[in-house]
């Protein structure tokens, strides 16, 4: 009797994260629903902390693609690296800017300590943006704090160590529980940014097309499950945040399906204009980048031509 083939075994495929953050939410539902398998992929997912990291990560080979912040992948752009941006999970700022209760109004900021995960990361870049419309100098008006993480920033608004920051359901629930409050809402003014993008060495996307189409594939089929399906959403969130807080979760899901992630996670360069702006006012090189050479939507547009996001 003939023995059936045996199946194709898994690809393997490193891929980190930058932060605990609902931007990553469709790759967390890709490796949960079982996507990436069914796919032909063994995706290993790492927590990263922190934007720098993880791009170093991403340099050195421990991971062959990352999550993270597009002011980062135009930062390490300038220095040499040469990355293609596949995909942006967050094409907005998804964040709230939450104060302590003695700011009342944008004056009240004027010498606080504002956090930020680090200088140049997604959350500096969104800080920035929001201070300068409202009138404010992030260099003078407030003191700029790296705090190292998305963790640490809402351990240290909650804390007092700051009295300012972004931050993101479902930790803005437990920053308002103790107290802050919402000043601005970035989200919901739908801002572009590239706040989140799936990136890769060139090189390692060149020698890895069809790995990367089913990674690609995978996250666009991701967000479809996380839509059609709140329930596991909800469940998937809890496993990663360690939490069983079912008003956070929901919320949180709720928050990133209508605000935040989008249908089709299409890279464009416009997106990238104010990180281009805020990096270039002190890395002369972030002006002169083609942007549109880092930008590779063909990958998506597979997935959507072949009605995945359907």
Known sequence: MTKPAAAAPLQKVSAGYSNVSADDLASWVAKEAGIFSQNGLDVDLQLVAGGSKTMASLLSGQNDLTMQGGSEVLSASTSGADLVVLATLAPVYPYLFEVSADV????????????????????????????????????????????DSHANRTAALISGAIQGGVDDPPDSYAVEREGLHTLFDLAGQKLPAANTVLVGQRAWVSANRETTQKFVDSLVLGIARMRADKPFTVGVLKKYFQSDDEEAMSGAYDFFTREVIPSVPSPRVEQFADAISILGDKNEKVKSLDVSRIVDPSFVQSAVDRGLNK
């Not at 997604?122 to 705090?147: E, F």
């Open 104 to 147: 009342k109004t944008v004056d009240d900021l004027r010498g606080k300590k504002v956090g930020v995960s680090s200088a140049g990361a997604s959350a500096d870049i969104a800080s920035r943006v929001i201070l300068k419309k409202q009138g404010l100098d992030p260099d003078s008006d407030v003191n700029m704090v790296p705090v």
